[in-house]
């Protein structure tokens, strides 16, 4: 049986405390965004991490800081249920998840998971996924996203370099559970 973690509400706009200040300091450097870009980090931390989560119910997640939870979507090609973690804030009641895969070339598979079966759990409570279009919204919600999580800033850089930009998903909470 599964333990599900209360999902915390996130203002972006908090004061943070000193250690998550130099936290994200150390990980807007160009070697740690470089790091995250890395191929052997790619097949590491972002494959066992949500593994890591489940398998400590959630409390991995009180050891970072920044906040982060789990999405889990559906593949798009062959129905299969994948998880991955993501840093996370609150717009309202929306959870706000930016898509990085730290500046590089492409969208994340669960982006493109999430577009193809917008029925998406993140920590495993119903959501909707829905990109955000609109420039004004996109917006303020970087002018958040960058103060809250100031790693954004330099992948956003990044990935304009290889002609990317890095969309924004916020989710709704779904009252039903859509998933099959």
Not at 31 to 49: D, K, N, P
Not at 146 to 172: E, K, S
Request: proline letters at 10%; charged letters at 25%.
């Amino acid at each position: 049986m599964s333990r599900q973690r209360t999902l915390p509400h996130v203002d972006p706009a908090a004061p943070q405390g000193p250690l998550r200040r130099a936290a994200l300091r150390l990980l807007s450097t160009n070697a740690m965004v470089a790091l995250e870009g890395s191929l052997i980090f790619q097949l590491t931390a972002w494959r066992f991490v949500p593994i890591l989560m489940r398998l400590t119910g959630g409390r991995l997640a009180a050891l970072l800081p920044f906040p982060t939870g789990v999405i889990e979507t559906r593949d798009a090609r062959n129905g299969r249920q994948h998880r991955r973690v993501v840093v996370y804030f609150h717009d309202r009641d929306r959870v706000t998840v930016i898509p990085s895969k730290a500046g590089l070339g492409d969208d994340p598979f669960w982006y493109r998971n999430a577009l193809a079966d917008p029925a998406v759990l993140f920590e495993s409570q119903p959501f909707r996924a829905e990109p955000v279009a609109d420039q004004a919204a996109q917006a303020r919600l970087w002018e958040l996203a960058d103060r809250f999580y100031p790693p954004c800033v330099p992948y956003r850089r990044r990935a304009a370099r290889v002609g990317r930009t890095i969309p924004i998903l916020q989710l709704v909470p779904s009252p039903v559970e859509d998933r099959r």
